[in-house]
């Protein structure tokens, strides 16, 4: 069954975006994946379309409202048991192991926030898994989905060349990936390493494990206290 994913958004014309080009796109075009969008504002009922109210409280901005929100994200997942991704900063951040976990299900939808947020009731009500890709603050939650979508397509059976290639990455292992290099011989004076030209796999490999673990203590140490 081919990867099914929805998107529930204010702008649906952001998408596919760079989703409609290299791997993703030919994997769409081959039936892997596939990609909708739907657009919140459909599902307001005023002549003005309104999909946002002011913050209860007080304060800036405006906050998405809950009765226009579910009845969109209901109208995308009726009898549907896909997992439902609400984009936001102050969501889980996103692992590649929990890409790995949404890429081996048949789908997912993702609800992109705007404006101050989304009304916490309708978070609660549909069970949205808040995920963050950062933590930074974007204008909204599309250029979040489509990274999450980019990490997913990426990984799913057949549309990497070759499946073997994504193991290694960072992240893949618990580590940053090791250092690449490719021809010529010597650029500007700096030479490819000896060990990888040695033709000595098992040098080789312990060689590239070494600097996987000394970029990963110089740049991300939290990762080895994981």
Request: charged share 25%.
């Amino acid at each position: 069954m081919a990867f099914r994913a929805t998107v529930l958004t204010l702008y649906p014309e952001m998408f596919p975006g760079h989703l409609g080009h290299s791997l993703a796109r030919k994997a769409m075009e081959r039936g892997q994946w596939s990609l909708d969008t739907v657009q919140i504002r459909d599902f307001a009922t005023d002549k003005h379309r309104t999909v946002d109210d002011t913050p209860a409280g007080g304060g800036a901005g405006m906050v998405l409202r809950p009765d226009v929100l579910a009845r969109a994200i209901d109208s995308a997942s009726a009898n549907d048991s896909r997992p439902r991704l609400l984009m936001t900063p102050r969501g889980k951040p996103l692992t590649q192991e929990r890409v790995r976990e949404l890429a081996s299900g048949n789908g997912i939808i993702i609800v992109c926030g705007r404006f101050e947020g989304v009304d916490q009731r309708v978070i609660d009500a549909r069970e949205l898994e808040e995920v963050s890709i950062g933590d930074y603050v974007l204008s909204g939650g599309e250029p979040a989905a489509l990274t999450v979508l980019d990490a997913i397509v990426r990984v799913l059976p057949g549309v990497m060349g070759n499946d073997l290639s994504g193991l290694h990455e960072s992240f893949e292992g618990g580590l940053l990936e090791h250092p690449h290099y490719t021809r010529p011989q010597e650029w500007e004076g700096h030479k490819i390493p000896a060990v990888l030209t040695s033709g000595n796999h098992g040098a080789i490999d312990e060689w590239r494990r070494e600097q996987a673990l000394q970029l990963t203590r110089a740049r991300r140490p939290d990762l080895l206290e994981e």
